[in-house]
């Protein structure tokens, strides 16, 4: 198999949960508020975090599959649909969940350690980067402002800027085209499989975020990516060879 050539890559665009910023603490505060309100048991960081991936829906409804209907829930990306009796408890919950994250999103969210100095590194040799996720803007936008993210970095595509999301590769396409360069000249980093499907089919070489929002049991080599990051800096290495 030819080893992937990463010296032609000129820009890299990043998944945001998981991958770039530790959005964890500020979603599962923001479900385990709303279980709470509603009388309902919280749920264990570890075991949400595997959904995170999937938004809000997928985060509550493997929850509530487990707690209201005694199921072992299935791991993502498969999905746990509520039975039909707990659907508008369900989507009560949901709204209730989103509403809290949206006036909290920024609480405890934070880099993962090592990002910045990755950030700045491109930064210093001139690689343009972005943001590409499934993240609605309303929540997005607000985040990122936040963290100072929105007017340094180069994109941000949301889940709602294209008419498709991942792992459909439009989203990454769009990307690409705003941030100057061919999608095959663009590495996309992301700690779920969709996003290396979406990398893939946009033509770009991807590298799963081994240190994000993985299960334990999850096999990253089924992905198909180029590379692994056990840790944000470890993309400098994959890098090496770019603009120095």
């Given amino acids: 198999m030819t080893a992937p050539d990463f010296s032609r890559i000129e820009a890299v665009l990043f998944d945001l949960d998981g991958t770039l910023l530790d959005t964890a603490p500020d979603l599962i505060s923001a479900l385990n508020n709303a279980l709470s309100e509603a ?12 959904y995170i991936s999937g938004g809000a829906r997928a985060m509550l409804s493997f929850w509530l599959v487990k707690i209201l209907e005694g199921k072992d829930p299935q791991s993502f990306p498969h999905p746990n649909p509520v039975s039909k009796e707990h659907e508008a408890l369900f989507e009560i919950l949901l709204e209730r969940m989103l509403s809290i994250y949206q006036d909290n999103l920024a609480h405890q969210t934070q880099y993962f350690e090592g990002m910045e100095t990755v950030l700045d590194e491109l930064d210093r040799r001139g690689i343009p980067w972005g943001i590409v996720t499934n993240k609605l803007s309303r929540f997005t936008q607000p985040l990122t402002e936040a963290l100072q993210l929105k007017d340094r970095t180069n994109c941000i595509i949301s889940g709602d800027t294209t008419p498709e999301r991942k792992p459909h590769p439009l989203p990454l396409l769009e990307g690409s085209k705003r941030l100057g360069r061919d999608a095959h000249q663009c590495l996309y980093v992301g ?24 299960d334990q049991n999850e096999d990253l080599e089924s992905w198909g990516a180029d590379g692994l990051l056990h840790h ?10 770019t603009i120095q």
């Fill in 39 to 50: 009388g309902l048991s919280c749920c264990p960081e570890a075991e949400a975090k595997p």
């Fill in 232 to 241: 944000p800096q470890d993309l400098m290495t994959w890098l090496e060879h």
């Fill in 191 to 214: 700690d779920a499989a969709r996003d290396i499907e979406a990398g893939q089919r946009a033509g770009m070489l991807t590298l799963a975020a081994g240190y994000g929002y993985v």
